[in-house]
């Protein structure tokens, strides 16, 4: 094959136009995954807030029952102390007072285990009520994954 001197690095068959275009549309098509991927970001941001909001406003609703649950619990035992106390100035013999004293021991024990069950189911339920948001956005994250 033979070349002409003025064709030799192939100028005349350039099209600037052709160029151009390829320029464009890998510009068009880079700006549109940018768009894409700056949507994909804006909505995993707003899930993430979303949960995280879900999250503090469980946290804060747990932590309100507990707090009810133990106020509970303490006025539980200060009334059984008082009416152990009301119950101990009556006494006229040393044989009533063990008697006393026993009985208080027992109730004493029982409502402490009564409010340990308590407790320990209300934190059971507060526990999953705070983790839930967490759990489903890592859920749907995973299927998201999946589904790519």
């Known amino acids: 094959m033979a070349y002409k001197a003025d064709d030799f690095f192939g100028f005349s068959t350039f099209d600037p136009s052709?160029?151009?275009?390829g320029f464009r549309?890998?510009?068009?098509?880079g700006?549109?995954?940018s768009?894409?991927?700056?949507?994909?970001?804006?909505?995993?941001?707003?899930?993430?807030?979303?949960?995280?909001e879900d999250t503090f406003q469980s946290a804060q609703s747990g932590s309100f029952e507990l707090g009810m649950k133990v106020a509970?619990?303490?006025?539980?035992?200060?009334?059984?102390?008082?009416?152990h106390m009301e119950a101990m100035m009556g006494v006229r013999s040393v044989s009533e007072l063990f008697e006393l004293?026993?009985?208080?021991?027992r109730k004493q024990?029982?409502?402490?285990?009564?409010?340990?069950?308590?407790?320990?189911e209300t934190t059971r339920k507060v526990a999953e009520?705070?983790?839930?948001?967490?759990?489903?956005a890592a859920e749907r994250a995973m299927a998201g994954f999946k589904a790519a």
């Not at 024990?109 to 320990?120: C, F, K, S, V």
């Not at 009520?129 to 489903?136: D, L």
Request: aromatic share 2%; hydrophobic share 35%; net charge positive.
């Open 18 to 21: 052709r160029m151009a275009q």
């Open 25 to 29: 549309e890998a510009a068009e098509k």
């Open 31 to 33: 700006a549109e995954q």
């Open 35 to 52: 768009r894409e991927a700056y949507s994909r970001m804006r909505e995993v941001t707003t899930d993430a807030t979303k949960t995280v």
């Open 72 to 83: 509970d619990t303490m006025r539980s035992s200060a009334d059984l102390s008082i009416a």
């Open 101 to 105: 004293q026993s009985s208080f021991m």
């Open 109 to 120: 024990a029982e409502l402490t285990a009564q409010h340990m069950r308590g407790m320990q």
């Open 129 to 136: 009520q705070v983790t839930k948001p967490g759990r489903a």
